[in-house]
C-alpha cells in the first residue's frame, strides 16, 4: 500500500519475525504441506478467530467500529510485528479482512482475502527460493 510503501521509505525497509519464521519452515517442511498451512489452514483458522468470534460473537450477525478495531489491532499483534511498518502492514491487513467481514456480515469475503494475500506471499517465496 502506498502508506506501507511511505513507512518504508521513512523508517527503512521491514523484515518481520513473522515472516522469518514461516520462511525458515520451509527448510524442514515439504512446500506442499507448507501450502496447505499457508494458503488454506492459516486464512480459515484465523478469520474463524479473528472475525468469527470477535467480530459476531455469540449469533449476531452485524457488529461495531470498535470490533473491528479490536479485531484488526490483535490481528496485527498476533502476528509479531518488529517494527512500525509490520505493526501497521499487520494491523492494516486486519482491518481489511474486518472490514470485509462487517460490510459483508459474514466471515467468508475475510477468509478469501486472507486466502488471497497468503496465496500472493506463498507464490512469492516459491519465486524467490
Keep these: 500500500t ?8 521513512y523508517f527503512g525497509p521491514s523484515e518481520p519475525i513473522n515472516q522469518i519464521a514461516v520462511e525458515s519452515l520451509f527448510d524442514f517442511i515439504p512446500e506442499y504441506l ?5 494458503v488454506i489452514v492459516a486464512p480459515i483458522g484465523e478469520e474463524l ?10 449469533d449476531k450477525i ?4 470498535v470490533r473491528v478495531i479490536i479485531s484488526a489491532t490483535l490481528f496485527g499483534i498476533v502476528h509479531a510485528p518488529t517494527d512500525v511498518v ?13 472490514y470485509a467481514s462487517k460490510r459483508t456480515q459474514s466471515i467468508e469475503a475475510a477468509i478469501v482475502y486472507h486466502f488471497l494475500n497468503n496465496l ?7 519465486a524467490y527460493r
Design 49 to 58: 478467530f479473528f472475525r468469527g468470534v470477535l467480530l459476531f460473537p455469540g
Design 62 to 65: 452485524d457488529t461495531s467500529w
Design 34 to 38: 507448507m501450502f496447505i498451512m499457508i
Design 2 to 9: 502506498m502508506g506501507s510503501g511511505l513507512l518504508t521509505m
Design 120 to 126: 500472493l506471499g506463498f507464490v512469492a517465496i516459491m
Design 86 to 98: 509490520s505493526f501497521y502492514t499487520y494491523v492494516g491487513m486486519g482491518f481489511i479482512f474486518a
